[in-house]
């Protein structure tokens, strides 16, 4: 990723480009995401996963960042994807993402949409409760299709992240709960239906993680299940999904390859299938931080300084939480660079702050930057390729802004900034007034 990001003649350049120049070009705040770092992701997934396990899929978990061209790097290299709504699908289909390579995941998809996505062909539902078995029959009869089925389970294990990322454990709003009843009675429905074809048990245990071990204690508990299946219904589970959370880099946390997690979640899948006496089942993945976050940078025009004596230094930028939330939301942590003053030594420490109307509208808390900042300068902040344009409100009626694509030293727009005319459309006189 280093050579993705480099500093000549003073500036910060992002896959080649110029980012002040970008700013001048496109304007600020803008999202700026970097093809070549995608592919590397890309690249390394195909090489440690798709390659190495045959039969092997990769699902994007398009929730990091949702967008037509995304959709198409994607589509391009054989890589589906993972959404959790109709308004996923509906970019989807803007794409013309085929449909065999979606999977449909959520924890309460409308029928609405479970009509689209069967219409549509969706290749696989991630069933998350019992109701959905019978959503699902009923759209397969009205249009005579078929639809292969995961379940998602909810395996007991409580990854170390924060609190409202952890999804695994056992009191969680996702998932099936790993009891006789419960567990059996949604089977039973999936066995019952001759719409429905059971493929296999899907796993998510939380996001941003760096250890692998939460994730074998949990395909343990996914393998105890696949067992029971296979002495119930005599049925060899064909797929087991270990979901996403693979961690990314935002300051100092050092990223993982694919490799670190996989390698040991292969061999236990492999053992625990020779154990069980089925053939191997296909590993399937949802990565979605992992494959775009360090891939993204923010880019702002430095505005208001404000300096309170003997506490802190304010430093305003022309976004704010309704173009991140991640720091409000999650207090994440982010790192930035004065990009058109790069090289400068940092010797000034300011809080970052936004333009929205909110105290804890603050972007990174204590940012070290050169002496000379001033208005009119450049700021980037790193790492805001997931979970940034995709989070982003209208808060305070601010449009929600473009995303740059660079690629060695290129650039276009990937998606145009939302204009106010377009916040205001639907907003309509009312004749009771
Ligand atoms: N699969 C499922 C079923 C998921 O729920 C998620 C994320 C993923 C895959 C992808 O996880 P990832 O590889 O991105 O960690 N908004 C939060 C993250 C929420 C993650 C929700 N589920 C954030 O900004 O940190």
């Not at 219904?233 to 300051?251: C, L, R, S």
């Not at 909110?358 to 700021?379: A, H, K, P, Q, Y």
Request: proline share 3%; net charge negative.
């Amino acid at each position: 990723m280093s050579e993705i990001r480099e500093i000549k003649n003073g500036r910060l350049y992002f896959d080649g480009c110029d980012t002040t120049e970008l700013v001048k070009q496109y304007g600020s705040p803008i999202y700026v995401m970097s093809y070549t770092a995608i592919m590397d992701r890309v690249n390394e997934l195909k090489r440690d996963f798709l390659d190495k396990y045959p039969g092997s899929r990769v699902a994007y978990a398009s929730k990091a960042f949702c967008t037509v061209g995304m959709y198409e790097i994607l589509k391009k290299n054989g890589i589906c994807i993972d959404i959790v709504s109709g308004g996923e699908l509906y970019v989807a289909k803007k794409a013309g993402f085929p449909a065999e390579m979606i999977e449909f995941n959520g924890n309460n998809k409308l029928p609405s949409e479970i009509d689209d996505a069967v219409s549509y062909g969706v290749g696989r539902f991630i069933l998350d409760g019992i109701n959905e078995a019978e959503l699902i029959d009923e759209a397969c009869k009205k249009y005579g299709k078929k639809a292969k089925i995961m379940v998602r389970i909810t395996p007991g294990v409580a990854a170390s992240t924060h609190d409202y990322i952890i999804t695994g454990k056992k009191d969680s709003k996702f998932g099936i709960p790993l009891e006789e009843e419960t567990f059996f009675g949604v089977m039973d429905k999936i066995m019952k239906y001759d719409t429905l074809e059971f493929e296999g048990l899907h796993m998510h245990i939380g996001s941003q993680l760096f250890e692998y071990d939460a994730y074998i204690k949990s395909l343990d508990a996914l393998m105890d299940w696949v067992k029971k299946i296979y002495e119930k219904y005599g049925v060899a589970t064909k797929e087991v999904n270990f979901g996403g959370g693979f961690g990314a880099t935002y300051i100092n946390e050092e990223r993982k390859p694919y490799s670190f997690f996989l390698e040991p979640l292969m061999k236990r899948l492999k053992e625990r299938a020779d154990e069980i006496g089925i053939p191997v089942p296909l590993a399937s993945i949802e990565p979605g931080r992992s494959m775009v976050c360090e891939a993204g940078l923010t880019l702002y025009t430095v505005g208001q300084m404000k300096e309170i004596k003997g506490i802190r230094e304010y430093l305003a930028i022309d976004g704010g939480m309704y173009e991140n939330m991640r720091v409000a939301l999650y207090q994440a942590e982010y790192d930035g660079l004065i990009a058109n003053k790069a090289d400068e030594p940092k010797t000034r420490k300011v809080s970052v702050t936004g333009k929205c109307c909110e105290s804890g509208d603050i972007l990174i808390n204590d940012l070290m930057v050169c002496d000379s900042v001033e208005r009119g300068d450049i700021l980037a902040i790193f790492s805001t390729g997931a979970y940034g344009y995709s989070m982003a409100s209208n808060y305070n009626n601010n449009p929600v802004p473009g995303v740059v694509l660079v690629k060695e030293g290129q650039s276009e727009w990937l998606v145009k900034p939302e204009t106010y005319e377009q916040i205001a459309q639907n907003q309509v006189h009312c004749t009771l007034i």
